[in-house]
């Protein structure tokens, strides 16, 4: 009798012991998740800060959305120009793609076909100098590269946003917050095109246009974003000053400075000496020393793969068997092991991981010298015969140089020439002769990223279109279909036609590749090659 | 006094003429073409062929060689033909950048090494001497690139006395306090082998200068080494320095592009580099002229004191 | 007789001597490197990038690429060798002839050659390799233009300085009313006592030479990966030294500095025994 006393006593109080640990855990909880209303109200006044400095690995191009190109360059103009659908940046990257969320259009409408979009734009948004965003500004930017008798038009901006706005039939303003653009076939991609890094389709001012001119756009970049263009002195720094008339959620910082820091150790230096908060592209060699002394090195699965392109105009990497054996040479797990110290991921496609149509199985050909050798021989070529120049960028040589060397232990003989990024971007469109391959690194989370590595690295290197076969209806066909299963399975195809064809080396994804000083707070790694800033704050 | 200076610009000019025409004849030795280069992919053969009018690239290489002087002279230097800007303003941001680096980098190559070199000098024959001028020869023969990224390893990122690169603390208020904190290590990388140099030669000055007649009278008659120093070591002292210094501006200079490589300044050395680099040459053909043309200046400056100081050139001047 | 004479004041000339046996030595490497280098300076060791000095078996440690930093240094001692002495030579050849015609009659041509030579004074070489690689490529020709335009100017002002002030001496008045040619007073007056000095000065330029000729190298001018060469090696170690192993920039940097050393003490030595009078 007593012990069963004893024993409901006992029970009951481990029951209400249960219910207060379970109470107490929700208080707790609630207290440390962010978000919740009684941390942010408390927090958010003290996360007002003077000055973010970013540090960047490559110097950016130009600030002009339509001219643009390179990671970099739209790490800063996002922040400046916006389009008219955004992602989601502040989704991590184990949560997958950024989703597509309303940017300057609210609202949007897509007819069966994928040919008519409408978009409803954001009432009371005003560009940097004070002009009214509307319908009729967004209609100048599309005419600016699309419209030949636009009195403003540009001849090379036609040239860089031609990947995704070749086949728009008309943009039309039904009213001044309305805007539809019309496609003469279906283009089921489109939203995701928009807010990209390259043919990025930021709204600029056209007020800002008309007065600086086609060529001072740039210098006088004026957007709707939630920062407003301070300075740029090129090869040094780039000052944005938060915009306070922002329609969206008030940024932390008051003022960004990207810094390009091309040096990777003296990236890594300026983080620990506190003269960059981020950095933006972080040595593998300095990963565990960072991670050691407190540094965020987030892990990152970026829509990025470093990859070599073929001149399929150069005498032996135009032949199949040669590019067969080329790829089985090249060690990519070794690599990525010893080279870079574990810190990438070897890609056998073309695709990466981050992709919707990546399949994890369809892989191009794995390391295998002997075969490489093999394949050499049968096409009639002794050991030191085939020999041509692989060109890369700095970041990138030392991997190249691995490359270089596995290559000669199956008989290939390379030259490697590095060059600074933009002055090798610039000559990337004339390749040499000698030249078999030239090195780069780019990547899209929408399988239309299959097209757009065919348009610039197969077809304009060298007739590679002669080469890399069979390709183009099928892609085609893709870009149209607007089942997204149905269309699926078809870039899987082409991403297939690709690889029995060698149409690339893929090489390796970095996945540590942001370093963030321990004071920084906010600052999300997408699933993409870019980041949002404004979430961003410094704890004091 | 007036005709020497003439006589001297009347010899510069010519030489600026022909360096003008050396930078020019090398840029137009380079294969291709940067416009075709680098619109290839993106424009018809038409509109290559209109942009490469407006920049003049069709006509002959003699009409060009004049429109760019007449350009140049003008003051109109041309646009950048990698970065669509006008070179005037890819040169102005990083030259005075670059002149304030080699002012301090002068600044610190003299002091010391005037200092030093009296110093050894004067204790000639001594073993402080001759250590010294041990570490002379072996600091002379240094690597300034090696030395400067050392220096950056040492003092910047073990004991953390200077910043690791760049000109200003980007939060800072870009104050001048802030620009000597980061000015010092750059400066002082690229003065260090100069300072050797000159060190050495102010020293064998000054034990030619002692030995000669008329100081050993002084010296016998009981007048210390100060008060020799003073009144009139230091005259006879002014001349040479002013020409090793004029002489090792040339070494400066060409050691401040690897300073600005190693340390990121935003100089012209960087700029120049990139240029030449992306066949970029507007840019070149300027800041090679630029350079070259501040470099006859300071030669022509300190030629121009020598003779003033010195006319018979008879002291003691280099071996 | 002279020889054996001079030799042996070289011997005892300590410095020199020094000078003269590092150089010796760096030759004899440059050799027999096929023999002597431990391992292919192209090798890449698995697992040991970036290993310290004193990893068995690597006396130097491993670079950035995992390969032996000794045979490298080896390696590399050959190839700044070459690219130094040989230009070296043929500049201060090509100065002797400029100086020699320039200085032995004052006349429109020596005043040609001599102003040619101020410009090429006046320009700050690292942008003439600069320039020279925009329109060559990197490379051996560009480094070795560059190297003899930096020498010819200094060296050939050294000897017009030298012919003039030797015409102007009594023998040479003596020699013409002798009657003996111009040709003769050149050839057989007038030039061993010129190269003499110009053999003091090469031989001191050529230490300045090879920190120059490695910092082009540096700057990327140079030979192109994955050749071993000690200035760009420099360059490759200068990222890894804040990274945590400042062997792979330090160990070419020691070789450089020693090998102009070399050159510097030897030039010393010859400059106090065959010209004691400077």
């Known amino acids: 009798m007593k012990n069963k006393k004893l024993i409901s006593k006992v029970l009951l109080s481990r029951r209400k012991f249960l219910q207060l640990a379970a109470l107490s855990s929700v208080v707790m909880a609630s207290l440390y998740l962010p978000g919740t209303a009684q941390a942010e109200e408390k927090n958010e006044s003290e996360r007002y800060g003077k000055t973010l400095i970013v540090g960047q690995a490559l110097e950016p191009t130009l600030y002009d959305p339509n001219r643009q190109y390179s990671y970099e360059t739209y790490r800063v103009d996002k922040h400046i120009y916006e389009s008219l659908v955004a992602e989601d940046l502040s989704v991590p990257a184990s949560q997958g793609i950024p989703p597509i969320i309303p940017g300057l259009a609210t609202s949007w409408e897509i007819n069966n076909d994928a040919t008519v979009f409408t978009f409803h734009l954001r009432p009371n948004v005003k560009f940097h100098d004070g002009t009214p965003f509307d319908a009729e500004a967004v209609k100048f930017n599309v005419r600016r590269f699309t419209d030949p008798e636009f009195e403003y038009f540009d001849a090379r901006s036609k040239a860089t946003m031609a990947q995704v706005y070749k086949d728009l039939k008309s943009i039309t303003v039904t009213d001044p917050l309305t805007v539809v653009y019309t496609f003469n076939k279906p283009f089921p991609g489109f939203l995701r095109f928009l807010p990209q890094g390259n043919w990025v389709s930021g709204i600029f001012s056209p007020a800002a246009l008309k007065k600086w001119g086609q060529d001072g756009l740039a210098d006088h970049p004026t957007g709707t974003g939630p920062y407003k263009f301070v300075l740029r002195v090129r090869n040094d720094r780039t000052e944005l000053v938060r915009n306070d008339d922002w329609w969206g959620q008030k940024p932390y910082m008051e003022r960004i400075i990207f810094r390009p820091i091309l040096d990777g150790s003296t990236g890594v230096s300026a983080l620990q000496s506190g003269q960059v908060d981020i950095l933006s592209r972080t040595p593998t060699d300095a990963v565990d020393l960072l991670t050691q002394a407190g540094y965020q090195v987030h892990d990152s699965t970026e829509a990025n793969q470093v990859f070599l392109g073929w001149n399929f105009a150069n005498r032996y990497t135009s032949q199949l068997a040669v590019r067969q054996a080329i790829i089985k040479a090249i060690n990519r797990e070794g690599l990525v092991k010893s080279l870079l110290n574990g810190h990438a991921v070897a890609s056998y496609n073309i695709l990466n991981r981050s992709n919707e149509a990546f399949l994890s199985d369809q892989k191009d050909y794995l390391y295998d010298p002997e075969g490489a050798k093999k394949l050499l021989a049968d096409a009639g070529y002794k050991p030191g015969e085939v020999s041509f120049t692989i060109i890369t960028y700095d970041q990138n040589q030392p991997i190249i140089e691995w490359i270089q060397r596995d290559l000669s232990k199956v008989g290939i003989k390379v030259n490697v020439v590095s060059q600074e990024w933009i002055t090798y971007s610039s000559h990337l469109a004339n390749l040499a002769d000698d030249t078999g391959l030239f090195t780069m690194e780019w990547g899209l989370l929408t399988p239309q990223w299959l097209n757009v590595a065919y348009k610039n690295y197969v077809v304009s290197r060298g007739k590679g279109e002669n080469v890399i076969t069979d390709v183009a209806p099928l892609i085609e066909q893709a870009s149209v279909t607007t089942d997204s299963a149905q269309a699926l399975a078809l870039w899987h195809q082409v991403n297939q036609k690709f690889q029995e064809q060698a149409a690339f080396v893929p090489l390796l994804e970095l996945n540590r590749v942001f370093t963030s000083a321990p004071n920084v707070q906010g600052f999300n790694v997408p699933a993409q090659n870019f980041y949002d800033l404004t979430k961003v704050w410094l704890k004091k | ?319 | ?278």
Not at chain 2, 74 to 79: A, L, T
């Open chain 2, 1 to 319: 006094m007036i005709r020497v200076i003439l006589l001297r610009l009347a010899q510069t000019i010519p030489l600026l003429f022909l360096v003008s025409l050396l930078v020019f004849l090398i840029a137009k030795l380079m294969p291709g073409d940067p416009i075709s280069n680098a619109l290839a992919g993106q424009l018809s053969a038409d509109a290559i062929e209109q942009i490469r009018q407006v920049y003049g690239l069709d006509k002959s290489a003699v009409t060009q060689y004049f429109i760019w002087l007449k350009n140049l002279l003008s003051g109109d230097w041309g646009i950048s033909l990698t970065m669509r800007t006008p070179v005037a303003q890819v040169l102005g941001e990083s030259f005075t950048n670059t002149v304030i680096l080699t002012v301090a980098a002068v600044v610190l190559c003299l002091v010391p090494g005037v200092i030093i070199g009296i110093f050894c000098g004067l204790s000639h024959g001594t073993r402080r001497d001759r250590l010294v001028m041990l570490v002379v020869q072996i600091g002379n023969n240094i690597p300034v690139f090696w030395l400067a990224v050392f220096f950056i390893w040492f003092f910047s990122v073990k004991l953390g006395w200077f910043p690791v690169s760049g000109m200003y603390d980007m939060r800072g208020d870009r104050s001048l306090g802030d620009l000597l904190h980061h000015l010092f290590l750059p400066a002082f990388s690229t003065a260090l082998i100069s300072m050797l140099i000159l060190a050495r030669q102010v020293r064998n000055s000054v034990i030619t200068i002692m030995d000669t007649d008329y100081i050993r009278t002084y010296r016998a008659l009981g007048y210390s080494n100060r008060v020799l120093l003073f009144r009139h070591l230091g005259r006879n002292l002014l001349a040479p320095i002013v020409g090793i210094t004029g002489l090792q501006i040339g070494y400066l200079l060409s050691g401040v592009i690897f300073i600005e490589k190693i340390f990121a300044w935003p100089g012209v050395g960087t700029q120049l580099f990139n240029a030449a680099a992306g066949q970029d040459y507007p840019t070149i053909q300027t800041g090679v002229m630029l350079i070259a043309v501040c470099f006859l200046v300071v030669n022509l400056v300190s030629d121009i004191l020598q003779d003033w100081l010195d006319p018979r050139h008879s002291g003691v001047l280099l071996s």
């Open chain 3, 1 to 278: 007789m002279r020889l054996l004479t001079f030799l042996c004041r070289l011997v005892r000339h300590k410095l020199a001597l020094a000078g003269l046996l590092i150089l010796l030595t760096a030759v004899g490497l440059s050799l027999l490197a096929p023999i002597i280098a431990p391992y292919d300076p192209l090798q890449s060791f698995d697992g040991l990038r970036l290993a310290p000095p004193g990893t068995p078996g690597h006396l130097l440690g491993l670079d950035n690429q995992g390969r032996d930093m000794l045979s490298r240094i080896i390696w590399g001692g050959r190839s700044i060798l070459i690219a130094s002495i040989l230009p070296v030579i043929f500049a201060a050849l090509l100065s002797l002839a400029l100086g020699l015609l320039a200085g032995f009659r004052a006349s429109a041509f020596s005043e040609l050659i001599m102003r040619t030579m101020d410009i090429l004074f006046a320009f700050p070489m690292v942008l003439l390799a600069i320039g020279l690689s925009a329109v060559l490529g990197s490379g051996y020709s560009t480094v070795i233009i560059t190297l003899i335009c930096s020498v010819v100017p200094y060296l050939t002002r050294v000897v017009y300085r030298d012919t003039r002030s030797e015409i102007a001496k009594d023998y040479v008045e003596a020699l013409r009313a002798q009657g003996a040619s111009n040709g003769d007073i050149l050839f057989r007056e007038i030039l061993p006592n010129v190269a003499t000095p110009l053999l003091v000065y090469t031989t001191s330029l050529l230490g300045g030479m090879v920190v120059f000729l490695a910092g082009l190298s540096f700057l990327g001018l140079g030979i192109q990966p994955p050749e071993a060469d000690w200035g760009r090696m420099v360059g490759e170690g200068a990222q890894m030294m804040i990274l945590g192993a400042p062997h792979i920039a330090t160990a070419p940097a020691v070789a450089i500095v020693l090998l102009s050393l070399s050159f510097n003490w030897l030039g010393d030595g010859l400059r106090d025994l065959l010209d004691p009078n400077r």
